[in-house]
């Protein structure tokens, strides 16, 4: 779930916090990456199918694979294990909720957005992707620690916004 971490000027900078119990999962998950064998990675997911990071990990695997149906399953599943864990104040299309980068709990869920982004961008969805872009940028607009602004103007052409 998320906590409010600090209030700045009108931005307010959030948090995702992992609970001891999440916690143990990740360790698992870690472990499991340590093996390199996605079956691994899958195990774990069995065990705990809305564990993000697996989630996460496995549609890279199923990407590179050439699996996208798979792939963008398992991030929609990712992305609704976020939702589902907002804080009732977070609400990233006001434009004033920041995430931090730099804290591990919370580059999951810039992961998550930056790949949506992708397979959205793939399907010809330029406007939606431009959205994404906004949207990313919002959380972290002095970091951009994904290069989003290098793919705005490409959208932004595309969808005919300019």
Do not use: W
């Amino acid at each position: 779930h998320t906590h409010t971490h600090t209030h700045t000027l009108s931005c307010q900078y959030f948090v995702f916090v992992h609970s001891p119990a999440y916690q143990r999962v990740q360790f698992q998950f870690l472990e499991a990456v340590e093996t390199f064998d996605p079956n691994a990675i899958g195990a774990v997911l069995h065990a705990h199918p809305y564990h993000i990071d697996s989630l996460l990990q496995l549609s890279e695997v199923c990407k590179m694979s050439e699996d996208l149906q798979m792939a963008t399953e398992l991030l929609a599943r990712a992305l609704y294990c976020f939702e589902c864990s907002f804080h009732p104040l977070f609400s990233y299309t006001q434009g004033n909720c920041r995430l931090d980068f730099s804290r591990a709990e919370n580059r999951p869920f810039f992961l998550a957005l930056f790949r949506h982004l992708y397979y959205i961008g793939r399907k010809g969805c330029h406007r939606t992707a431009l959205e994404f872009c906004k949207l990313l940028l919002g959380l972290d607009p002095t970091g951009d620690p994904l290069g989003v602004l290098l793919m705005v103007d490409y959208h932004a052409l595309r969808a005919g916004e300019y």
